[in-house]
């Protein structure tokens, strides 16, 4: 929660009101004697008489405010926009550089990737990044109602003549398909609990091919049964094959 | 849990169920198999390729469903492609 109270820049030499320029530095997520480090190492600045923690806005001032940033005060510890990290280290003007750290330092390379890595990655961003849409939609639908197509998708619209392009999949042709693949769930389940059993509905790999291009023209089968010999019923006149 | 839906959300899925659909009549439908699938080439190495062997009822079974999609497809063709 913002409050109104904002922050300003006083002379490091006036001391008459040194209590109001006390803050405490907060890293987050940090143990005891950590270094702060600069672009990776977050923290939150409260200041210590008034307990409010230092905060911006995302976006800078307009033009006529000579885009600045408004610094303000929050009173929620937890909002997380009240954190910073330090994006470049300038030189004070007093000459005092501790460990030369206000040279201009080349950025280091950026480091390849696997693509594995980067494959997780994405699937990451892709689940935080849906798991944080909250906005709702017109023709937004739920998992559940996909696999029969009760709703299609808007894809254009004209008010003026009253036209519009409504993209529907072919609904008979989804319903034949959600009822084979329920009707496939159900023999594989059926077939599943069957087997359990010691029973045999569906007869394992059995193939019988006809060969139509013998000289004499009369078909003779080839079969394979891939479990059992003894059950291979084939073609008319056979050789059984067994591969068992 | 609702979400705004995109063509490539489920068309693949789709797509998949389809080819389901096709084995799950294959299975109800056909008994067994016949027939190499195409005239074969002079370079063709022969291979047992086979084809399907339909009977009456299945013929008509698998026309009917055939043009029940096609006939919903011509149905609502014009609403989703914008014809006028």
Redesign the interface.
């Known amino acids: 929660m913002p409050t109104n109270q904002e922050f300003t820049t006083v002379n490091p030499a006036d001391e008459s009101r040194r209590n109001d320029t006390l803050f405490q530095l907060q890293i987050i997520d940090a143990h005891e004697g950590e270094a702060l480090k600069s672009l990776s190492g977050h923290f939150k600045l409260m200041h210590m008489p008034t307990r409010v923690l230092l905060w911006t806005h995302p976006t800078a001032l307009p033009e006529w405010a000579f885009g600045q940033q408004e610094v303000n005060g929050n009173k929620n510890a937890l909002d997380k926009t009240t954190s910073w990290f330090v994006d470049d280290i300038v030189a004070d003007g007093t000459g005092h550089d501790f460990r030369n750290r206000t040279v201009h330092v080349e950025p280091q390379k950026a480091k390849s990737r696997s693509f594995i890595k980067k494959f997780v990655e994405l699937q990451i961003l892709m689940l935080q990044h849906n798991a944080g849409l909250t906005a709702?939609?017109p023709?937004?639908?739920?998992?559940v109602e996909?696999?029969f197509c009760l709703?299609?998708?808007s894809?254009?619209t004209d008010n003026e003549t009253n036209?519009?392009?409504?993209?529907?999949?072919?609904?008979?042709?989804?319903w034949?398909?959600?009822i084979?693949?329920s009707?496939?769930v159900g023999?594989v389940g059926a077939d599943m609990l069957a087997r359990r059993r010691g029973l045999d509905p569906i007869e394992d790999g059995e193939?019988?091919?006809?060969r139509?291009?013998q000289a004499d023209g009369q078909?003779s089968g080839?079969g394979c049964t891939a479990t059992r010999a003894s059950s291979s019923v084939l073609g008319p006149s056979t050789t059984s094959l067994s591969t068992s | 849990?609702?979400?705004?839906?995109?063509?490539h959300?489920?068309l693949p899925?789709?797509l998949a169920?389809?080819l389901?659909?096709g084995?799950?009549?294959n299975?109800?439908l056909v008994e067994?198999?016949?027939?190499?699938v195409s005239a074969a080439g002079p370079r063709t190495r022969?291979r047992?390729a086979?084809r399907a062997k339909m009977n009456k009822v299945a013929w008509i079974a698998m026309l009917t469903?055939l043009a029940?999609?096609v006939?919903?497809?011509l149905w609502?063709a014009p609403?989703?492609?914008?014809l006028?």
């Open positions: 709702s939609h023709y937004a639908s739920d998992p996909w696999p709703s299609g998708v894809f254009w036209q519009q392009i409504y993209m529907i999949g072919n609904l008979l042709g989804w034949a398909c959600a084979a693949l009707v496939f023999i193939l019988t091919i006809f139509t291009d078909a080839i | 849990m609702t979400r705004q839906k995109f063509l959300h489920y899925a789709h169920s389809a389901v659909a084995s799950v009549l299975f109800i067994t198999v016949n027939y190499p022969l047992p086979v469903v029940i999609v006939a919903s497809w609502i609403l989703t492609y914008g006028t």
